[in-house]
């Protein structure tokens, strides 16, 4: 087995030496031509074969023709079907715009009708909030007015009260009220006379005992006076009522004033001389004693 160095030399040396060799020994050509026979096709069959390729070719053209045409007729349907198409399509869209168009007008009519429709309305709930507030201010004018009559009858029942109290007292119609049922007659009733509203129960100190052990302002030693004071902000107004008077009354009430200011000297003392039927001589006499005359 020759080496592939041998082989390659023996290659070349062959493909110098065989042209001359065929020159001069033809022989050799046909010797060499059976042998690619083998190998290659002669040419007879290669002329054959190239008449089959051509065959085939001819058919592939003619088939490719007839694919042709069948794209041609398919491509005329498929444009006749877009053609088609195209044209109920625009149809559609007439028939859309004109839906469109009726859509739209019925829209605005609605709307128009609708905006009306709020428009009144709106005039209504205006009228309605009118209404109302003037409702609102309606009642609460009659809610003034009621807590008015209210205030004012509260105010009349109050001085009625009142009133119904200094009767009372100026015609001594205290009957057996004691404690602080009196004090409250008392206070109202003052309240009334003085007129006052700042007279409470509590300031009203009913018969109070002095007692004039020395005889300072009365002749006797000794003597006990009973006085009714009202008591508030450190100052003792000492009163005394009477249904009718004179004027010894109105010097008996000024020594008692006297004595209670001689025992207290701390506090402010003032005498308050209470008669409805009083003369002017009496009148009189309170204003000689600085006493205050409510009658």
């Not at 057996?176 to 109202?188: N, V």
């Not at 009203?204 to 302002?217: K, N």
């Not at 009477?242 to 006297?258: N, Y």
């Amino acid at each position: 087995m020759l080496a592939k160095q041998d082989f390659s030399q023996m290659q070349d040396y062959i493909l110098q030496a065989l042209p001359q060799l065929l020159r001069q020994n033809p022989e050799i050509a046909t010797t060499i031509e059976g042998m690619l026979a083998h190998q290659f096709p002669r040419r007879d069959e290669f002329i054959q074969l190239l008449n089959e390729v051509k065959l085939l070719r001819e058919d592939t053209n003619q088939r490719f023709k007839q694919v042709e045409q069948r794209i041609e007729l398919l491509q005329e349907e498929v444009n006749q079907l877009r053609d088609n198409m195209n044209k109920r399509f625009e149809e559609m869209n007439k028939r859309f715009e004109l839906l469109q168009a009726e859509m739209d007008r019925r829209f605005e009519l609605l709307q128009a009708e609708m905006n009306q429709r709020f428009e009144l309305l709106q005039e209504e709930v205006k009228q309605l909030r009118e209404d109302m507030k003037e409702e609102k201010r309606e009642r609460l004018d009659m809610k003034h007015r009621l807590i008015k009559v209210e205030s004012t009858v509260d105010r009349m029942d109050k001085k009625i009260t009142q009133f119904d109290a200094w009767l009372k007292l100026v015609t001594g119609n205290v009957g057996d009220q004691k404690g602080k049922d009196a004090e409250q007659l008392f206070a109202l009733g003052l309240s009334y006379g003085l007129k006052r509203t700042d007279i409470k129960p509590e300031t009203i100190q009913l018969r109070q005992i002095f007692r004039d052990e020395e005889g300072i302002v009365f002749p006797k030693k000794g003597k006990s006076i009973e006085v009714d004071i009202l008591a508030e902000n450190g100052k003792f107004s000492v009163f005394e009522v009477k249904t009718t008077a004179i004027e010894t009354d109105v010097v008996t009430f000024a020594r008692k004033i006297q004595l209670i200011q001689h025992q207290i000297p701390d506090k402010q003392v003032t005498g308050i001389f209470i008669s409805p039927e009083a003369s002017d001589s009496v009148k009189q006499c309170c204003a000689e004693y600085d006493l205050m005359f409510v009658g």
